[in-house]
């Protein structure tokens, strides 16, 4: 047996940066005008929150500075938007959607 | 038709059904096309462009073998220049060096590797291939070191099922980040060889608790996607997410069916590409529209709250036990005949015992018939 290092769950953290990987694409889609996810095998159709927060998963931000930059752009505290932001990007890396 | 008509999501290309292996439960029709009747490239990119205009986000290039098409790198390039997702299903045997690396130039998205068996010896016993396993690992390798993502894509039956821890250990150790525990389909080669791929009751338990549990350890590791034995349902699959809803198949000719299965239904006809447009063949096609939607259903599925969850299971399944394609699903437990699934697995046991049922029918072209 070789012995290799296995791989491990990530933990989104407000340190992570996360990304979208090169094989998960947004994408508009002009004929139902609506905003598709595609990856291998599967289609989501993510609403408009999950969207505002995909678009700030350029790999450069930190988690902190998206729910800042969130919090912003609702209006809202940052502890409101904190727990939402870090449950969905958690649930898209398990499903290995986003890299932290 | 008072339901509104959705695009299509998906498209099943099966550019070829020439294949190198003889799996005895390919998804293919037991009557197989020669290569002389497949589609050429430019028509393939001509069905690609109006499957893109249409609404088509993904496209499922498969066969048989689809990298015995040598115009492949051409047909991929014509989807991504379009947008569309491609997904590569392929039994990775006979890939020449550098095709992969070429693949994912011309913009492949994704590849589907299958795998017959966790030990060589299965493999090679059920794909009746020699060598075949070795290759496919190597392709594996390749499509990682091409930077493209891979589903292994296991299927599983009497011969691999106690296989299935091996298989998650062998999709982990080559970097796979979907594996497909995915339990034979009773149709086609699959019926024909039935009684010789059947798993036992015991064999399914266990394996539902195998990969229930791998679920949950490999959570962001690797997904594993379990497509359940339907002989062992209580409810049946959503086949096809329902009946023509947001997927289709083109078969090598162009022949553009609802599921890969759908030419078993004889009462069918069905349209092929270029005698009319797919956005046609899509919204009035009688084929395409004799199981969409729930107005065609029958009891018990026509009251039943899970209609629009299961859309009726698989019509082909229907049409191969109940003898009615517009019957309810055997894998329901509210079809009058669900009791016939489990006898049809004690059958298959019972002939296992007597060494009736280990002979495959291998798929082989030789049971082709003539294009018409």
């Known amino acids: ?100 | 038709m008072t339901a509104p008509l959705f695009p299509p999501i998906s498209m099943l290309a099966e550019l070829t059904h020439r294949c190198p292996l003889q799996c005895p439960y390919c998804s293919n029709p037991v009557e197989l096309m020669k290569a002389n009747s497949e589609l050429d490239t430019g028509t393939w990119l001509d069905l690609f462009r109006q499957a893109a205009d249409l609404g088509v986000l993904q496209v499922h290039l498969s066969g048989g073998e689809p990298t015995l098409r040598r115009d492949l790198e051409e047909l991929v390039d014509g989807l991504a220049m379009r947008g569309v997702y491609t997904n590569l299903i392929t039994a990775g045997v006979l890939i020449p060096q550098g095709r992969i690396h070429a693949l994912a130039e011309a913009g492949l998205d994704h590849v589907q590797l299958s795998i017959q068996g966790a030990h060589a010896d299965t493999a090679e016993l059920i794909a009746h291939y020699r060598g075949g396993y070795e290759q496919k690992l190597e392709t594996a390798r390749r499509v990682r070191a091409a930077g493209l993502p891979l589903t292994i894509n296991a299927p599983i039956h009497r011969h691999n099922i106690e296989q299935v821890p091996e298989f998650i250990e062998l999709a982990l150790s080559l970097g796979a980040e979907r594996l497909e525990i995915a339990n034979v389909q009773y149709q086609g080669w699959a019926l024909l060889n039935r009684d010789a791929l059947m798993p036992s009751r015991e064999a399914v338990e266990r394996q539902v608790e195998v990969v229930t549990a791998a679920q949950e350890r490999l959570r962001g590791i690797m997904n594993i996607d379990f497509v359940t034995p339907d002989y062992f349902a209580i409810y049946p699959k959503p086949c096809m997410g329902g009946w023509a809803r947001d997927a289709f198949v083109v078969a090598p000719d162009g022949t553009v069916l609802p599921c890969h299965a759908a030419q078993t239904i004889r009462s069918l006809s069905f349209e092929r590409f270029g005698e009319r447009a797919l956005g046609d063949i899509w919204a009035n096609s009688a084929a395409f529209n004799a199981f969409r939607d729930t107005d065609w259903m029958q009891e018990p599925c026509r009251s039943c709250e899970r209609r629009e969850i299961d859309w009726g299971g698989c019509r082909c399944q229907a049409m191969a036990i109940a003898g009615d394609a517009a019957a309810t699903d055997p894998a329901c437990i509210k079809s009058p005949i669900h009791a016939r699934m489990r006898m049809l697995v004690d059958d298959a046991q019972t002939a296992a015992r007597e060494h009736k049922g280990d002979e495959f029918v291998y798929r082989r072209i030789t049971h082709a018939r003539e294009p018409v």
């Open chain 1, 1 to 100: 047996m070789i012995m290799m290092s296995r791989p491990e769950r990530s933990i989104i953290t407000r340190l992570s940066m996360p990304s979208l990987p090169d094989h998960v694409r947004i994408q508009f889609d002009p004929i139902r005008q609506a905003w598709a996810v595609l990856s291998p095998e599967r289609v989501f159709w993510p609403n408009d929150v999950s969207l505002d927060i995909l678009r700030h998963c350029d790999g450069q931000t930190t988690v902190a500075a998206i729910i800042t930059a969130l919090a912003g752009e609702y209006d809202a505290s940052e502890d409101d938007v904190a727990a939402d932001v870090v449950e969905f990007l958690q649930e898209w890396s398990d499903k290995l959607l986003v890299k932290p």
